[in-house]
């Protein structure tokens, strides 16, 4: 049974940071894309990031300008989220997702193609 779990949520400051991870278990990591989501309240669910276990594609929603990072480790079975310079714009429920690579690239960012989703994490930004 695929899995994923997220962990890493917090309270941060303004300008803080703080590393999700996203741990996976019951397929082959390797067969598919890991992707990053947020929903914030009252918006819709949106992408934020993806990496291909399998090879080394990754891609960023435009409004991360920079301040975010994913990483796998494979050995680990896990994916992370460095985020930093955080603001409370970020303040959402974190979610990571599968899909499998041999045609998941074209929606990196597009949550409604995603197949598996994890439980999310609770990202709170303020002072």
């Known amino acids: 049974q695929l899995q994923l779990v997220e962990s890493g949520g917090g309270l941060v400051q303004p300008g803080g940071s703080l590393r999700l991870s996203c741990v996976t278990s019951?397929?082959?990591?390797?067969?598919?894309?890991i992707g990053w989501f947020r929903q914030a309240p009252g918006k819709e669910r949106e992408g934020i990031s993806c990496?291909?276990?399998?090879?080394?594609?990754?891609n960023y929603a435009d409004f991360v300008m920079g301040r975010f990072t994913i990483s796998k480790d494979v050995a680990k079975k896990a994916v992370y989220l460095e985020m930093n310079s955080l603001n409370p714009e970020d303040t959402a429920i974190y979610y990571c997702?599968?899909?499998?690579?041999?045609?998941?690239?074209?929606?990196?960012?597009?949550?409604?193609?995603?197949?598996?989703w994890g439980q999310g994490t609770q990202v709170t930004v303020s002072s």
């Open positions: 997702a599968a899909i499998p690579s041999r045609y998941g690239l074209p929606y990196c960012l597009t949550p409604r193609m995603w197949l598996f």
């Open positions: 019951g397929f082959t990591m390797e067969d598919y894309i």
């Open positions: 990496i291909n276990i399998g090879g080394t594609y990754r």
